[in-house]
């Protein structure tokens, strides 16, 4: 049975009504991706708004950091594992898949990433990912004496708190919109 058909519940604006930037930004998406990803759609309801949740969205994802772009995949499935945020798990998840190269991690974060062999700076970072999500009012001093204790500088830890912060917020988003993920998600490096 698929997913439903909608973008968001609430509905999205057409594109071509959209402002030149935003409509030069769905062409570089189609382009680069083969479509718009639904969250930029979902998004374009408040155009300012959008150009805000890119704009940082590419700051805590693509900018100079300890934490390597896979790193923060994982914490955003994670996340999204934590709220059972379908959307981010089907998106997220693929990008674990590709930038990893391994069909199976995306699942393993997904649904329990304790499960996954990581080596145990990762493994501390998901565990405070989660905590941070679950229970944030309980991380304390030992939480990023932990992590600390791995290698991560206060740097990496403010972009993994951040990192974690973001996608808490993109989930309640995508649970209040009802935000389906684009169908191309779910076929991303999958295994045979």
């Known amino acids: 049975m698929p997913q439903p058909d909608h973008i968001s519940a609430l509905g999205v604006p057409d594109p071509a009504e959209l402002d030149d930037d935003l409509k030069a930004i769905w062409a570089?998406?189609?382009d680069k991706l083969g479509f718009v990803?639904?969250?930029f759609a979902t998004y374009s309801l408040r155009p300012q708004r959008l150009r805000h949740f890119m704009?940082?969205?590419n700051e805590i994802m693509l900018s100079k950091s300890g934490l390597s772009k896979l790193e923060r995949e994982m914490v955003a499935v994670v996340v999204s594992s934590a709220n059972r945020c379908y959307y981010c798990l089907v998106a997220h998840g693929?990008?674990?898949r590709v930038l990893s190269?391994?069909?199976e991690l995306?699942?393993?974060m997904a649904l329990n990433y304790r499960v996954a062999r990581l080596d145990p700076r990762q493994t501390a970072m998901l565990d405070y990912t989660w905590k941070l999500t679950t229970t944030p009012h309980l991380i304390d001093d030992a939480d990023r004496d932990?992590?600390?204790q791995q290698g991560l500088?206060?740097?990496d830890i403010f972009d993994l708190s951040e990192t974690v912060a973001f996608f808490n917020l993109s989930n309640r988003m995508a649970a209040a919109t009802d935000m389906m993920p684009n169908r191309a998600y779910h076929r991303e490096k999958r295994g045979g």
């Open 28 to 30: 570089k998406c189609v």
């Open 106 to 108: 995306g699942e393993m």
């Open 37 to 39: 990803p639904n969250v």
């Open 55 to 57: 704009a940082m969205y």
């Open 146 to 148: 932990a992590l600390s």
């Open 153 to 155: 500088s206060e740097e």
């Open 94 to 96: 693929a990008a674990v």
């Open 101 to 103: 190269g391994d069909p």
